[in-house]
């Protein structure tokens, strides 16, 4: 594995950046219990840099963690043309762990079964994730750590809204839809353009993910283009709208499962704030306090 060397200050950038990302993981780790004593958790690796920096990140912390638990790498070889399958395995046995490559021919289910031309990523993940499910449980894994990151689940909580007409993102913890394993996704407060800069730092040996030929999901890169001009255009909006999303005020929001309004009335008392949302200044000043606590947490900016 070619590795260029890094200069002093690329050396300082990444001592920095990694230690604001083991800090980023492990306060997700905190807020959601996401790792306990005795866990055995299967961290899936893709090969590309969110899952690389999962794992990373994750060893670091267990040399650290104050409980035990044990970490086991798992690559999927879905046996797509030009896989280059000698990858991962050298890769892995340069860290000292744990790993099992897992082949499963599911691209040529995909081929067999969806027409030419047609999106293939449903099948492929609803494919991949069963025999991810199979796989923590022949291992005895108690977690599955995925590699999604804050803007992920920023773009999931947007693609959910605009085209499937629920506030819904992507869960920093929940049980699988088989109802049988924890998922988790420590990368949750973490952000990609981050993750995009200590991949290069760490010279992770990315696998391309366009292997298989399909074409990448349009809405989302549509969505992500959107995030990424307004963002552009005030800085600290993606940062507001991750606050957002761990602050919600159901009160607010239209949903009457959620918020019991049919028994609101003179005698219930001012609700969170009362009928002040639309207040020009109250947005702003709550704005504005998000993007400066957010930047208070980011003193330490690397790029
Ligand atoms: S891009 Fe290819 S490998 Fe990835 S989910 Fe879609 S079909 Fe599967």
């Not at 499963?104 to 969806?114: G, L």
């Not at 407060?189 to 696998?207: A, D, H, V």
């Amino acid at each position: 594995m070619n590795s260029t060397a890094l200069t002093d200050i690329q050396k300082t950038q990444l001592s920095k950046l990694e230690k604001r990302l083991r800090h980023n993981v492990g306060q997700a780790i905190a807020e959601y219990n996401m790792i306990e004593d005795g866990d055995k958790i299967m961290v899936c690796l893709s090969g590309g840099k969110d899952s690389y920096a999962l794992l990373s990140i994750l060893m670091k912390l267990k040399e650290s963690a104050p409980i035990n638990f044990e970490l086991i790498a798992v690559n999927l070889d879905q046996k797509q043309p030009g896989f280059p399958e000698h990858i991962l395995p050298q890769y892995l046995d340069t860290l000292g762990i744990e790993y099992h490559i897992v082949e499963e021919d599911t691209y040529a289910i995909v081929k067999d079964k969806i027409p030419e031309g047609k999106t293939t990523c449903s099948l492929c993940s609803r494919l991949r994730r069963a025999v991810l499910y199979k796989t923590a449980k022949n291992l005895g894994a108690t977690k599955i750590a995925l590699g999604h990151h804050r803007d992920d689940m920023i773009e999931t909580l947007m693609l959910n809204m605009f085209y499937g007409g629920k506030m819904k993102a992507m869960p920093a913890k929940l049980v699988s839809d088989n109802g049988e394993h924890v998922v988790i996704r420590p990368l949750a407060f973490c952000k990609e353009s981050e993750l995009i800069y200590y991949g290069e730092l760490k010279q992770f040996p990315i696998i391309p993910c366009n292997l298989c030929g399909s074409q990448p999901n349009m809405q989302r890169q549509n969505i992500k283009r959107m995030l990424n001009d307004w963002n552009e255009q005030s800085p600290g909006r993606i940062e507001s709208m991750f606050t957002a999303m761990r602050n919600i005020v159901p009160s607010h929001l239209c949903d009457s499962n959620l918020f019991d309004f049919k028994s609101i009335d003179s005698s219930s008392g001012v609700i969170n704030g009362g009928d002040v949302a639309f207040d020009e200044s109250e947005i702003n000043n709550s704005f504005n306090n998000s993007t400066k606590h957010n930047n208070e947490l980011n003193v330490i900016e690397v790029k």
